[in-house]
């Protein structure tokens, strides 16, 4: 992996930052030239703060998501700074990206059912998680396994630590899944579509722990999803991403209540809400544009009602309220010249 | 734990119509050889008093249904029959060669499981250099032949090196080491065919089991690398490797007859081969019902095993 670590700005402020992601850009090498999945990405996360990032698939959510835990393939060529914790995680060396992961930095998956190893009782799996971070004996991993699967409300753990994957429900897989992520106390948790595999009301259950776990113990938490009704319950701010850029990063409340990027405004109008007549769901026509090759514009303009001669440029990051940056010609002066 | 049990109990049960059935098979055997059994197995012996004698003690002279009990009865407590050319019991010419087949294919089991497995692990989660080695050996191990295998590395550690002895047996119980030094032989020449489809299978089961999603959940979890191929990879890859040891197992015990006969070893193949030349019926019976029930029980093990290690399979959830 190529890393040309570049310090932030305001690095030495960034300390009290749980993540601090300034100037992300990845990209792959591919027969069609150099494919862009992330271009100049920066966002924080302070402690004890839900942040969200939302897009479309293939919008780069995962791929910030697999630089910040050091999971990149190798052909992944990586620019830019990730501060965790006042720590500089581009260019770290590989032994200290895997002590980062599953102990400081946690991960919460999406589909626990394949990523649960079948083959293994859920408690060994749990504790096998604190003794790769720490020399303690396996009756103390055992403990600490038995702890967390309590809190985060396996009934009688005791009798279920023995149980593969398989003899649980979907629901208790994912409640094993954070309970895994939670058993070394770590700093920011990467939660990556966490509930898009689950019923609602048991979606609304895991949530709901999320935030208690998050209230307790001041956990930093990136909730990567798609789905906006997510967002609108857990979290305190907003990165919308499209195409591998940041469209628009806002206060959860001032996103939902002025969105200002095009890109946005259109995601709201597709959140299907409750008593909407069938057939009443706005789609944003078109698709993601391809990522090969030089992208100089504004990368939505394709898809854009509002587009001008103006989007051929990068619209830069403007500030429209508290918090409340857009990559929107509309905001930076029009789209037209 | 009671789901294993149950599992456990389940598969005993199901081994004895198994067993049920060979020992049909086995007692058919006489009735299957063409023309009169007893004319053949006495050749110019066969007077019409012999004939008659011999006919009367395999009570081949009554119904078949009471002489599959009577024989079944025997076999239950442990008597075989007697062997009509030695006049010697089959329990003790058993009881001689049993430990020499079970020698012989355990040790090569063994060895070929401790070899194979790490080598189709290594293959699988190392560098080119170790897959195409191992691509090299498996195909080689299982192109060339058992008998012409042996032949080589008798022409070569007896005659060439001079360091073992071509063929010949002593007891372990006698003397260890040279009992060992009668079994490298035969041992290897087994061995290297076996190692060969263990490696290939243990390959391509490891190779699929790191394409899994679990693979990455591990690695996020900062789990090292080695301890997510040889713990967790190897044991998701267990159950085409515990399936295809178990399988082969019959393999080697067709192997052993050739093998043992080969390099002069007294053990139950080369009792049966000695026996089917001199159509000795009874000893054929004998021999083939004990290799077969050792094929029967090791994949019972290898069943139990299976079920050990995939808890999916002990619950019947589907792997």
Same mark, same amino acid.
């Given at each position: 992996?190529?890393?040309?670590?570049?310090?932030?700005?305001?690095?030495?402020?960034?300390?009290?930052?749980?993540?601090?992601?300034?100037?992300?850009?990845?990209?792959?090498?591919?027969?069609?030239?150099?494919?862009?999945?992330?271009?100049?990405?920066? %966002?924080?996360?302070?402690?004890?703060?839900?942040?969200?990032?939302?897009?479309?698939? &293939?919008?780069?959510?995962?791929?910030?998501?697999?630089?910040?835990? &050091?999971?990149?393939?190798?052909?992944?060529?990586?620019?830019?700074?990730? =501060? %965790?914790?006042?720590?500089?995680?581009?260019?770290?060396?590989?032994? @200290?990206?895997?002590?980062?992961?599953?102990?400081?930095?946690?991960?919460?998956?999406?589909?626990?059912?394949?990523?649960?190893?079948?083959?293994?009782?859920?408690?060994?799996?749990?504790?096998?998680?604190?003794?790769?971070?720490?020399?303690?004996?396996?009756?103390?991993?055992?403990?600490?396994?038995?702890?967390?699967? *309590?809190?985060?409300?396996?009934?009688?753990?005791?009798?279920?630590?023995?149980? $593969?994957?398989?003899?649980?429900?979907?629901?208790?897989?994912?409640?094993?899944?954070?309970?895994?992520?939670?058993?070394?106390? $770590?700093?920011?948790?990467?939660?990556?579509?966490?509930?898009?595999?689950?019923?609602?009301?048991?979606?609304?259950?895991?949530? *709901?722990?999320?935030?208690?776990? @998050?209230?307790?113990?001041? !956990?930093?938490?990136?909730?990567?999803?798609?789905?906006?009704?997510? +967002?609108?319950?857990?979290?305190?701010?907003?990165?919308?991403?499209?195409?591998?850029?940041?469209?628009?990063?806002?206060?959860?409340?001032?996103?939902?209540?002025?969105?200002?990027?095009?890109?946005?405004?259109?995601?709201?109008?597709?959140?299907?809400?409750?008593? /909407?007549?069938?057939?009443?769901?706005?789609?944003?026509?078109?698709?993601?544009?391809?990522?090969?090759?030089?992208?100089?514009?504004?990368?939505?303009?394709?898809?854009?009602?509002?587009?001008?001669?103006?989007?051929?440029?990068? $619209?830069?990051?403007?500030? #429209?309220?508290?918090?409340?940056?857009?990559?929107?010609?509309?905001?930076?002066?029009?789209?037209?010249? | 734990?009671?789901? @294993?049990?149950?599992?456990?109990?389940? =598969?005993?049960?199901?081994?004895?119509?198994?067993?049920?059935?060979?020992?049909?098979? #086995?007692?058919?055997?006489?009735?299957?050889?063409?023309?009169?059994?007893? =004319?053949?197995?006495?050749?110019?012996?066969?007077?019409?008093?012999?004939?008659?004698?011999?006919?009367?003690?395999?009570?081949?002279?009554?119904?078949?249904?009471?002489?599959?009990?009577?024989?079944?009865?025997?076999?239950?407590?442990?008597?075989?029959?007697?062997?009509?050319?030695?006049?010697?019991?089959?329990?003790?010419?058993?009881?001689?060669?049993?430990?020499?087949?079970?020698?012989?294919?355990?040790?090569?089991?063994?060895?070929?499981?401790?070899?194979?497995?790490?080598?189709?692990?290594?293959?699988?989660?190392?560098?080119?250099?170790?897959?195409?080695?191992?691509?090299?050996?498996?195909?080689?191990?299982?192109?060339?032949?058992?008998?012409?295998?042996?032949?080589?590395?008798?022409?070569?550690?007896?005659?060439?090196?001079?360091?073992?002895?071509?063929?010949?047996?002593?007891?372990? !119980?006698?003397? +260890?080491?040279?009992?060992?030094?009668?079994?490298?032989?035969?041992?290897?020449?087994?061995?290297?065919?076996? !190692?060969?489809?263990?490696?290939?299978?243990?390959?391509?089961?490891?190779?699929?089991?790191?394409?899994?999603?679990?693979?990455?959940?591990?690695?996020?979890?900062?789990?090292?690398?080695?301890?997510?191929?040889? @713990?967790?990879?190897?044991?998701?890859?267990?159950?085409?490797?515990?399936?295809?040891? &178990?399988?082969?197992?019959?393999?080697?015990?067709?192997?052993?007859?050739?093998?043992?006969?080969?390099?002069?070893?007294?053990? +139950?193949?080369?009792?049966? +081969?000695?026996?089917?030349?001199?159509?000795?019926? !009874?000893?054929? /019976?004998?021999? #083939?019902?004990?290799?077969?029930?050792?094929?029967?029980?090791?994949?019972?093990?290898?069943?139990?095993?299976?079920?050990?290690?995939?808890? =999916?399979?002990?619950? &019947?959830?589907?792997?």
């Amino acid at each position: 992996m190529m890393t040309e670590p570049i310090p932030g700005p305001d690095a030495t402020a960034s300390g009290s930052l749980a993540l601090d992601v300034r100037g992300l850009s990845v990209a792959y090498a591919s027969a069609r030239g150099a494919v862009s999945a992330v271009d100049d990405v920066s %966002f924080a996360v302070a402690s004890a703060e839900v942040v969200g990032l939302v897009g479309e698939s &293939g919008c780069g959510k995962s791929t910030v998501a697999a630089s910040i835990l &050091g999971l990149l393939p190798h052909r992944a060529q990586m620019r830019g700074s990730i =501060r %965790f914790d006042g720590e500089e995680l581009v260019g770290a060396d590989a032994e @200290r990206m895997r002590h980062l992961r599953g102990n400081r930095i946690a991960t919460i998956v999406q589909d626990p059912t394949s990523s649960l190893d079948p083959t293994f009782s859920i408690g060994e799996q749990i504790a096998e998680t604190v003794r790769a971070h720490a020399t303690v004996s396996r009756a103390t991993a055992k403990q600490r396994a038995l702890d967390v699967l *309590a809190e985060v409300g396996i009934p009688d753990p005791r009798s279920r630590y023995d149980d $593969p994957p398989h003899r649980l429900s979907g629901g208790m897989r994912q409640r094993v899944v954070i309970a895994a992520a939670l058993v070394n106390d $770590p700093t920011l948790i990467i939660a990556d579509e966490p509930t898009t595999a689950l019923d609602v009301t048991i979606q609304a259950q895991i949530l *709901a722990l999320l935030l208690r776990l @998050r209230d307790e113990r001041g !956990t930093a938490i990136v909730l990567i999803t798609h789905d906006l009704g997510v +967002v609108a319950t857990v979290c305190d701010r907003v990165v919308t991403m499209y195409a591998g850029q940041v469209a628009e990063q806002a206060p959860v409340l001032a996103l939902f209540a002025h969105p200002s990027h095009p890109y946005t405004t259109a995601l709201l109008d597709s959140m299907p809400s409750a008593g /909407q007549r069938p057939g009443g769901l706005q789609v944003i026509a078109g698709t993601v544009p391809d990522l090969a090759g030089a992208l100089p514009g504004c990368r939505f303009a394709a898809r854009c009602a509002h587009r001008g001669p103006r989007c051929e440029a990068r $619209p830069p990051l403007a500030t #429209v309220g508290e918090g409340h940056d857009v990559a929107c010609w509309l905001v930076a002066g029009g789209v037209g010249l | 734990m009671s789901e @294993r049990l149950r599992f456990a109990g389940r =598969r005993l049960l199901i081994t004895i119509p198994v067993l049920f059935v060979l020992s049909v098979f #086995v007692f058919l055997l006489i009735h299957l050889v063409p023309g009169d059994p007893v =004319r053949t197995m006495l050749g110019f012996r066969a007077t019409p008093e012999n004939i008659a004698r011999i006919r009367g003690e395999l009570g081949l002279d009554r119904p078949l249904l009471a002489q599959y009990g009577t024989w079944l009865n025997n076999l239950v407590h442990g008597d075989l029959g007697r062997d009509y050319v030695s006049g010697a019991s089959l329990t003790s010419l058993l009881r001689t060669s049993l430990p020499v087949t079970l020698e012989l294919t355990s040790l090569s089991m063994v060895l070929a499981t401790l070899v194979g497995v790490p080598l189709g692990v290594l293959a699988a989660s190392r560098g080119r250099g170790w897959r195409s080695g191992t691509e090299g050996f498996v195909i080689a191990g299982i192109s060339i032949p058992d008998f012409w295998l042996g032949i080589m590395l008798v022409l070569l550690f007896t005659g060439t090196l001079a360091w073992l002895p071509p063929s010949g047996y002593v007891k372990l !119980t006698d003397d +260890v080491a040279r009992n060992l030094r009668y079994m490298v032989l035969p041992v290897l020449t087994l061995v290297i065919g076996e !190692t060969a489809y263990i490696a290939r299978t243990a390959r391509s089961a490891v190779e699929e089991a790191l394409t899994k999603p679990f693979v990455g959940y591990l690695r996020a979890k900062g789990v090292a690398e080695k301890s997510i191929v040889f @713990r967790h990879a190897l044991r998701n890859a267990g159950v085409p490797i515990a399936t295809v040891i &178990g399988i082969q197992f019959g393999v080697l015990l067709g192997g052993s007859i050739v093998i043992e006969y080969a390099f002069g070893l007294p053990g +139950v193949g080369k009792l049966t +081969v000695v026996a089917i030349n001199q159509r000795n019926y !009874t000893v054929v /019976q004998g021999g #083939v019902l004990v290799l077969a029930a050792m094929f029967i029980l090791v994949n019972l093990f290898v069943e139990l095993m299976i079920g050990v290690i995939d808890p =999916r399979v002990a619950d &019947g959830a589907g792997a």
